[in-house]
């Protein structure tokens, strides 16, 4: 029994360290919104209801697959480096 509740103690501060370590930090919401709002109105022109999804699903996944490799502060540093990359993924989630 005590073999059991050491490996469930175990287990539970193995989560506990890695959420509160390895959780991946994300922008900030008015960040996010901004540039989901300004990528899927980029074009400034009226988009038929089914173009406007398709294209904030790939702003959205663009945006996802970027804050995994540019982080908030590298983003504030040195905004080219988000452009450029948020450019690379609106690309390959096309």
């Known amino acids: 029994?005590?073999?059991?509740?050491?490996?469930?103690i175990g287990a539970y501060g193995t989560y506990k360290v890695s959420d509160t370590f390895f959780e991946q930090e994300r922008y900030p919401l008015r960040v996010e919104?901004?540039?989901?709002?300004?990528?899927?109105?980029?074009?400034?022109?009226?988009?038929?209801?089914?173009?406007?999804?398709?294209?904030?699903?790939?702003?959205?996944?663009?945006?996802?697959?970027?804050?995994?490799?540019?982080?908030?502060?590298?983003?504030?540093?040195?905004p080219a480096v988000f452009t450029s990359a948020f450019k690379n993924n609106v690309s390959s989630c096309n």
């Open 1 to 8: 029994m005590s073999a059991t509740t050491a490996l469930l």
């Open 33 to 78: 919104y901004e540039i989901v709002d300004a990528c899927v109105n980029s074009s400034a022109r009226a988009l038929l209801s089914k173009s406007y999804v398709k294209k904030k699903e790939i702003c959205l996944c663009a945006l996802e697959a970027t804050s995994r490799t540019v982080s908030y502060r590298e983003m504030q540093n040195d």
